[in-house]
């Protein structure tokens, strides 16, 4: 072992201001190898599910029959399993730090704890919306030449096209923000992602299915967490094929991704509280 | 300065630290001393502000810890060596503490310099030993170049060597005018390092001041007498305030009575005496009289000597 001592010196020390917090979040972020394969999977799952609705869309087209896929519809769902990716991104930015003890050293470093939890949130945000983009960019490009007997690629010109190449990453980075404040919540990673995964993909199932014995449940269902915010990339204008399917009316994309940013920000603010409370 | 009153941490009816009040000063190694589950880990946790006190206070150089505007300059902490994210190198993890106080990364290099841990540095701390995590944990301590130096259980898994050069480090620092608090079960290393004791036992504070003083207010110091006539000599020292206890025939302790004063006795009545030593308690008595009472969960921690826990044979052995 090194037995070196330094000589008195003076160490330059900053105080601890919210974009220093914010570089910290940064860097953190980027020094997991976790982080870049979540990301490459996130962008990867996008693209595959814009591929297999884009074969779809081209097989029907040639089969000659309307099954509903446009160029549209096929970026518009690029996000479906690529949330849930995200999701575990945001719980484990959280849960990463209990599990391994690192909290301790987070918040010594920052005992006003609360700037840590705003610069993670921050942080996923950022990211995931900029992953978000970039997937439904890479899904359109990708899937643009196999659209040609469907009717081609979405019009870039159309401003629900764009509405949902901005709401995709809006919506994922929604999504990393509720992982993140459920992750903060919990406190323990299987306990959170059991929660944010039921809530994204069982509780929208759950209430379909007692909606038929529990007539409140329809007028609740627009409102749920996902169910409200997945409007910001909808295709279909709210109600058309909805109602046909017996299901009650959705919400309108920005009034949608406003119920979820609700959620999303009693669900922080809960975690707020309880970082600064609880023992670490 | 580590300044504590009424300190007092309760979950549920269980209390972990019972009103405790104590002062570290600056400038000397204070040694915080307790069996295991005593409430040494709570009590520096609650220093550093990561549990609540359910009621008293405690400040670090005049403020609590958490309206230091720099607090890694005001206090150093090595809570345990697993306050680090496994997935991440020790230089990441040293980067992104030091960026919380704008401290640049000519600085982390120089603590990891100073904790020897340039070899696995950019290795991810998931496969480091007991003993490198205890240095990577010392290196994020000293980040700030801290006035204060709060440690716990610094020498846990580190080799001989580590051992050696933790103290040398803590006497060092001290010597710079820092404060430094650091705790141990291991009297044998508290008789080492440390100038001031803190007993802990059971969430109270059994005793403070300076480590000689300490083992001499515990027991008193006793004399050992060997005599072909002891039966006859131990009449002659009988009275109160005087402890006899016969060992072996012809050998006993005497508690209460100086060397001196045996020795002027068995003078005056002819006693022929074969051997008059004078004994002192050790750090390690004085601390079991004094937790004997305090132990929550008994241990082996009294008998497991420091050179014992040699297993950090190198730093580059260990790492995957």
Do not use: C
């Given at each position: 072992?090194?037995?070196?001592?330094?000589?008195?010196?003076?160490?330059?020390?900053?105080?601890?201001?919210?974009?220093?917090?914010?570089?910290?979040?940064?860097?953190?972020?980027?020094?997991?190898?976790?982080?870049?394969?979540?990301?490459?999977?996130?962008?990867?799952?996008?693209?595959?599910?814009?591929?297999?609705?884009?074969?779809?869309?081209?097989?029907?087209?040639?089969?000659?029959?309307?099954?509903?896929?446009?160029?549209?519809?096929?970026?518009?769902?690029?996000?479906?399993?690529?949330?849930?990716?995200?999701?575990?991104?945001?719980?484990?930015?959280?849960?990463?730090?209990?599990?391994?003890?690192?909290?301790r050293s987070t918040l010594t470093a920052?005992p006003?704890?609360?700037?840590?939890?705003?610069?993670?949130?921050?942080?996923?945000?950022?990211?995931?919306?900029?992953?978000?983009?970039?997937?439904?960019?890479?899904?359109?490009?990708?899937?643009?030449?196999?659209?040609?007997?469907?009717?081609?690629?979405?019009?870039?010109?159309?401003?629900?096209?764009?509405?949902?190449?901005?709401?995709?990453?809006?919506?994922?980075?929604?999504?990393?923000?509720?992982?993140?404040?459920?992750?903060?919540?919990?406190?323990?990673?299987?306990?959170?992602?059991?929660?944010?995964?039921?809530?994204?993909?069982?509780?929208?199932?759950?209430?379909?299915?007692?909606?038929?014995?529990?007539?409140?449940?329809?007028?609740?269902?627009?409102?749920?967490?996902?169910?409200?915010?997945?409007?910001?990339?909808?295709?279909?204008?709210?109600?058309?094929?909805?109602?046909?399917?017996?299901?009650?009316?959705?919400?309108?994309?920005?009034?949608?991704?406003?119920?979820?940013?609700?959620?999303?920000?009693?669900?922080?603010?809960?975690?707020?509280?309880?970082?600064?409370?609880?023992?670490? | 300065?580590?300044?504590?009153?009424?300190?007092?941490?309760?979950?549920?009816?269980?209390?972990?630290?019972?009103?405790?009040?104590?002062?570290?000063?600056?400038?000397?190694?204070?040694?915080?001393?307790?069996?295991?589950?005593?409430?040494?880990?709570?009590?520096?946790?609650?220093?550093v502000g990561l549990?609540?006190?359910?009621?008293?206070?405690?400040?670090?150089?005049?403020?609590?810890?958490?309206?230091?505007?720099?607090p890694l300059?005001?206090?150093?902490v090595?809570?345990?060596?697993?306050?680090?994210?496994?997935?991440?190198?020790?230089?990441?993890?040293?980067?992104?503490?030091?960026?919380?106080?704008?401290?640049?990364?000519?600085?982390?290099?120089?603590?990891?310099?100073?904790?020897?841990?340039?070899?696995?540095?950019?290795?991810?701390?998931?496969?480091?030993?007991?003993?490198?995590?205890?240095?990577?944990?010392?290196?994020?301590?000293?980040?700030?170049?801290?006035?204060?130096?709060?440690?716990?259980?610094?020498?846990?898994?580190?080799?001989?060597?580590?051992?050696?050069?933790?103290?040398?480090?803590?006497?060092?620092?001290?010597?710079?005018?820092?404060?430094?608090?650091?705790?141990?079960?291991?009297?044998?290393?508290?008789?080492?390092?440390?100038?001031?004791?803190?007993?802990?036992?059971?969430?109270?504070?059994?005793?403070?001041?300076?480590?000689?003083?300490?083992?001499?207010?515990?027991?008193?110091?006793?004399?050992?007498?060997?005599?072909?006539?002891?039966?006859?000599?131990?009449?002659?020292?009988?009275?109160?305030?005087?402890?006899?206890?016969?060992?072996?025939?012809?050998?006993?302790?005497?508690?209460?009575?100086?060397?001196?004063?045996?020795?002027?006795?068995?003078?005056?009545?002819?006693?022929?005496?074969?051997?008059?030593?004078?004994?002192?308690?050790?750090?390690?008595?004085?601390?079991?009289?004094?937790?004997?009472?305090?132990?929550?969960?008994?241990?082996?921690?009294?008998?497991?000597?420091?050179?014992?826990?040699?297993?950090?044979?190198?730093?580059?052995?260990?790492?995957?």
């Open positions: 072992m090194s037995t070196t001592t330094t000589a008195p010196r003076t160490v330059a020390v900053r105080p601890v201001t919210f974009p220093r917090v914010l570089k910290a979040e940064w860097l953190k972020l980027w020094s997991l190898r976790s982080t870049y394969w979540t990301l490459a999977a996130t962008v990867v799952a996008m693209v595959l599910m814009s591929l297999l609705m884009a074969f779809g869309a081209s097989a029907s087209a040639e089969a000659g029959f309307d099954a509903g896929l446009d160029g549209q519809m096929v970026i518009g769902t690029s996000y479906a399993m690529a949330q849930l990716v995200i999701a575990v991104l945001g719980v484990l930015m959280m849960t990463g730090e209990y599990s391994t003890g690192m909290i920052v006003a704890r609360v700037p840590a939890l705003v610069a993670k949130a921050i942080v996923i945000a950022g990211v995931a919306f900029v992953v978000g983009v970039l997937g439904v960019a890479l899904s359109y490009v990708v899937t643009m030449p196999m659209l040609g007997d469907a009717g081609g690629a979405a019009d870039l010109g159309d401003p629900d096209t764009l509405r949902m190449f901005w709401g995709t990453g809006l919506y994922l980075a929604a999504v990393g923000l509720f992982g993140l404040a459920v992750g903060a919540l919990l406190r323990h990673s299987a306990g959170a992602l059991a929660t944010v995964l039921g809530i994204l993909l069982l509780l929208p199932i759950v209430v379909q299915l007692a909606m038929g014995a529990l007539e409140w449940l329809r007028d609740a269902y627009p409102y749920l967490p996902t169910t409200a915010g997945e409007r910001i990339v909808a295709v279909d204008s709210p109600g058309m094929d909805m109602q046909m399917a017996g299901l009650p009316e959705l919400l309108e994309p920005w009034t949608g991704l406003g119920v979820f940013a609700i959620y999303i920000a009693v669900a922080l603010l809960a975690a707020a509280v309880l970082l600064r409370r609880r023992d670490a | 300065m580590i300044e504590a009153h009424e300190l007092t941490k309760r979950y549920g009816d269980k209390t972990a630290v019972d009103r405790a009040s104590f002062t570290v000063r600056p400038g000397t190694v204070t040694g915080f001393l307790g069996p295991n589950g005593a409430g040494k880990s709570t009590t520096m946790r609650m220093i549990d609540r006190p359910t009621s008293g206070t405690v400040t670090v150089n005049g403020k609590p810890y958490a309206q230091h505007r720099m300059q005001e206090v150093g090595l809570l345990d060596a697993k306050a680090v994210h496994t997935g991440r190198s020790a230089y990441q993890h040293l980067r992104a503490l030091a960026a919380t106080h704008g401290i640049a990364t000519s600085r982390v290099r120089e603590v990891i310099e100073m904790t020897g841990l340039q070899a696995v540095a950019k290795k991810r701390v998931g496969g480091f030993s007991l003993g490198m995590g205890q240095r990577l944990g010392i290196a994020a301590a000293m980040l700030g170049d801290p006035r204060t130096l709060i440690l716990d259980e610094p020498v846990n898994g580190l080799d001989p060597e580590g051992v050696k050069w933790v103290r040398t480090m803590v006497r060092y620092l001290a010597g710079e005018g820092r404060t430094v608090f650091l705790s141990s079960h291991l009297m044998s290393e508290m008789a080492q390092t440390a100038d001031q004791l803190l007993v802990i036992g059971r969430g109270r504070i059994i005793a403070s001041g300076p480590v000689q003083e300490i083992i001499d207010a515990t027991r008193g110091v006793s004399v050992r007498v060997r005599s072909p006539r002891a039966g006859e000599l131990s009449e002659l020292l009988a009275g109160p305030g005087v402890t006899l206890r016969a060992t072996e025939p012809g050998l006993m302790e005497v508690s209460g009575r100086t060397a001196e004063e045996i020795g002027d006795a068995a003078a005056r009545a002819g006693i022929a005496l074969h051997e008059l030593t004078p004994l002192r308690a050790s750090l390690e008595e004085a601390y079991m009289s004094l937790t004997q009472d305090e132990v929550e969960y008994r241990t082996e921690a009294a008998t497991d000597h420091l050179g014992g826990r040699a297993d950090v044979p190198s730093a580059e052995g260990a790492v995957r």
